[in-house]
Nanobody, 122 residues
Framework: QVRLVESGGGSVQAGGSLRLSCAASRYGRCTDDMSWYRQAPGKQRELVSGGVSDGSTTYAESVKGRFTISTDNAKNKVYLQMNSLKPEDTAMYYC????????????????WGQGTQVTVSS
């Protein structure tokens, strides 16, 4: 299984930047596809960015051109650089790990971090 710990959230004014980090520690030989989600109060959790493991990186339309996902495989970390932040980006941001490969998918479940709060004021 994977233990995920997010950090880097905070309060910023509109137009500012934040860099979120997600540190992953796992047992076993599986590897994971990492992604970022967010959930605003009263709204469903939504995908912000994912697909970084195979190069098919995707972004939510609302963050394209402003957010960038990246990984440091040596440190088992995934990052989300968020620029030009808007008040509507205010949410709890979560890191998610999905085991890769049919064998890993058969025996392991997806993992979530505890989240890090991002608040953007106008």
């Amino acid at each position: 299984q994977v233990r995920l710990v997010e950090s880097g959230g905070g309060s910023v004014q509109a137009g500012g930047s934040l860099r979120l980090s997600c540190a992953a520690s796992r047992y076993g030989r599986c590897t994971d596809d990492m992604s970022w989600y967010r959930q605003a109060p009263g709204k469903q959790r939504e995908l912000v960015s994912g697909g970084v493991s195979d190069g098919s990186t995707t972004y939510a339309e609302s963050v394209k051109g402003r957010f960038t996902i990246s990984t440091d495989n040596a440190k088992n970390k995934v990052y989300l650089q968020m620029n030009s932040l808007k008040p509507e980006d205010t949410a709890m941001y979560y890191c998610k790990a999905v085991p890769l490969g049919p064998m890993c998918r058969a025996f392991e479940v997806d993992s979530w971090g505890q989240g890090t709060q991002v608040t953007v004021s106008s």
